[in-house]
């Protein structure tokens, strides 16, 4: 089964600030990738995914995220941070008749 | 809609009490998922129903019980639980589980607390 690295427990970053957050996975074959955030007090949101085409995605309030098929990486960025991106972001591997799996997430605190 | 919603919000009991949580999704999903959630931990799988039938246990105590009653509710049953047992649990469904991975839609979870 695959398993899931996030490399920063917790990042601290002032508003404005460029954002990268690593994630590394186990599994050589197929996967479908994906970034959670987790707002304070609030459900688990998906911001993008990763299922196949393009290894750059797109994804919600200015997100994005780069699949590196070489490097077993997704990492998730945003070029310009805010105080409502305070939150806990999730990255999630899942591989054809497995289920989801979870990084152990990652802290991000914004300055204002 | 997609949105998957889950009663109560927030749950006190006793070790000695039965009670459960409930989850409900109108997505037409076909697989759907209990989640445990520790403070600033990951989601645990505890449960997944693929077409109503239960598809795995990760090895979670009988004290947990899992129900399908049908295509769009999702039910766990909780009795004798200890201390430890006090979590966030979270409800997700997909639009199905196997071969094609598709994401999975959370519900806001319920804040157990056992005393």
């Known amino acids: 089964a695959q398993s899931v690295s996030q490399h920063n427990h917790h990042v601290i970053l002032s508003e404005a600030a460029s954002l990268e957050l690593g994630c590394n996975y186990s599994y050589g074959g197929t996967v479908n990738l994906f970034w959670y955030v987790q707002y304070p007090g609030q459900h688990l949101q998906l911001l993008l995914k990763y299922f196949s085409g393009d290894p750059l995605v797109k994804g919600i309030k200015g997100f994005e995220a780069e699949f590196i098929k070489s490097k077993f990486s997704f990492n998730l960025r945003k070029p310009s941070v805010q105080w409502s991106d305070t939150a806990e972001y999730f990255c999630a591997v899942n591989e054809p008749n497995n289920d989801m799996r979870f990084g152990a997430g990652t802290r991000l605190t914004v300055k204002p | 809609d997609t949105e998957v919603t889950q009663t109560p919000k927030h749950l006190v009991m006793g070790m000695t009490n039965k009670k459960s949580l409930k989850c409900e999704q109108h997505m037409g999903h076909r697989a759907m998922y209990w989640y445990k959630q520790k403070a600033k931990k990951p989601p645990e799988l505890m449960f997944v129903y693929s077409y109503e039938k239960l598809s795995i246990n990760e090895s979670v105590p009988s004290r947990f019980s899992p129900e399908c009653p049908n295509s769009s509710l999702l039910n766990l049953h909780l009795h004798a639980l200890q201390p430890e047992d006090s979590a966030l649990y979270l409800c997700?469904?997909?639009?199905?589980?196997?071969?094609?991975?598709?994401?999975?839609?959370f519900g806001p979870g319920t804040r157990l607390t056992v005393t």
């Open positions: 997700a469904s997909s639009q199905e589980r196997g071969l094609v991975s598709y994401e999975q839609y």
